[in-house]
């Protein structure tokens, strides 16, 4: 009877264990297979800053990209509206991002009207110490962004 109390409290354990260090394990598979870029925003100690001033007529919808040197996208924020006249800064510390991915990655976001189904976007290098500005504008019954860099902090 005592070997069977035994080797029963012995197989709980072991469950208990396993089980245990398996939910761990698809804790860091979520987190792995997590695509959002919401992760690296911060409202303070940011070295980047993505910034969309919407000149345009309507309200846009934005959201912003980490994309690899080919284009494809690695991770995406939530979507951001962004009355006309308004602007919305993505604040970013970069350490993070550039421990994972590096600089070989751009930074990016796509732009859509509100009601329009045509979106557009625009992307740059990732690299530090920088703010790129998006300002959406009405041309000609179109919509285009007028792109600047600026450096905010010493250069690398």
Known sequence: ??????????????VLILGCSSGSRE???????D????????????DYIYEVVNNYDKTIVVSTNLMDKNGNILLSSKDVNIASGKSYQFKYKLDPITNKFGFEVNMGFNCQPVGMDRSSGWYGTLQKY???????????????GINSWEWFGPEL
């Open 35 to 46: 695509k959002s870029l919401d992760k690296y925003l911060v409202t303070e100690n940011y």
């Open 1 to 14: 009877m005592k070997k069977s109390i035994l080797f029963l409290g012995l197989l709980v354990s072991m």
């Open 130 to 144: 920088r703010k790129h500005t998006v300002t959406v504008v009405k041309e000609n019954n179109f919509w285009n």
């Open 27 to 33: 804790t860091d598979i979520e987190l792995e297979n």
